[in-house]
Nanobody, 111 residues
Framework: QVQVVQSGGGLVLAGGSLSLSCAVS????????VRWYRQAPGKERELVAI???????NNAASVKGRFAISRDNAKNLVSLQMNSLKPEDTGVYYC?????WGQGTQVTVST
């Protein structure tokens, strides 16, 4: 049974940093591309970052230079380090390894 468990997030002042983690079990994690999405209130879910099974990464233009996605295949873990956070980064963040989804984690950036 596949399990995708997220942790991290919370409330931070603009300019601050937060980290999200995504622990995956029940699958061959090293063979998976993993994406982070976010959904702001009243908006559609958008892709934030992706890390391929080979370790290549790509970020949305809105977070380039501020967010970094990484993976640890030995721990079946993907992380999203978020720096220089802005109020528009507020939303629920979802980890998406292939066609599985985490439970979502709230990130709130206040002014």
């Amino acid at each position: 049974q596949v399990q995708v468990v997220q942790s991290g997030g919370g409330l931070v002042l603009a300019g601050g940093s937060l980290s999200l983690s995504c622990a995956v079990s029940g699958v061959i994690f090293s063979a998976m591309d993993v994406r982070w999405y976010r959904q702001a209130p009243g908006k559609e879910r958008e892709l934030v970052a992706i890390i391929t099974r080979g370790g290549s990464t790509n970020n949305a233009a809105s977070v380039k230079g501020r967010f970094a996605i990484s993976r640890d295949n030995a721990k079946n873990l993907v992380s999203l380090q978020m720096n220089s956070l802005k109020p528009e980064d507020t939303g629920v963040y979802y980890c998406n390894p292939r066609n599985h989804w985490g439970q979502g984690t709230q990130v709130t950036v206040s002014t």
